[in-house]
Nanobody, 123 residues
């Protein structure tokens, strides 16, 4: 069983930045690809970014050029760095882990999910 604990959410002004850590309680963290999704009120959960076990990142269209996904296997933690945040990106952000080395954009491929952390972009 893998437990994921997301954190780092909060209130940020438009144009601001946040870093969302996701800590995993598993010694084999390096064998899991990691993904980030978000869900705004009234909308379906959408893919944001992912990183493979070999540190290859992949971004959804809205994240390209502004977000960075990273992982630190020594700390069993993945990170989503978000820059130039927009009001429309207010959502609950979820990290997820898949027992697969490749990048996954389909949320159905992820076996484990964090509890979600609220990000509010507002002035």
């Amino acid at each position: 069983q893998v437990q994921l604990v997301g954190s780092g959410g909060g209130l940020v002004q438009p144009g601001g930045s946040l870093r969302l850590p996701c800590a995993a309680s598993v010694r084999t963290f390096s064998t899991f690809s990691m993904g980030w999704f978000r869900q705004s009120p009234g909308k379906e959960r959408e893919f944001v970014a992912a990183i493979s076990t070999s540190d290859s990142p992949f971004y959804g269209d809205s994240a390209k050029g502004r977000f960075t996904v990273a992982r630190d296997n020594a700390k069993n933690t993945a990170y989503l760095h978000m820059n130039r945040l927009e009001r429309e990106e207010t959502a609950v952000y979820y990290c997820a882990a898949a027992p697969d080395p490749d990048i996954m954009t389909d949320q159905r491929k992820y076996a484990y999910w964090g509890q979600g952390t609220q990000v509010t972009v507002s002035s």
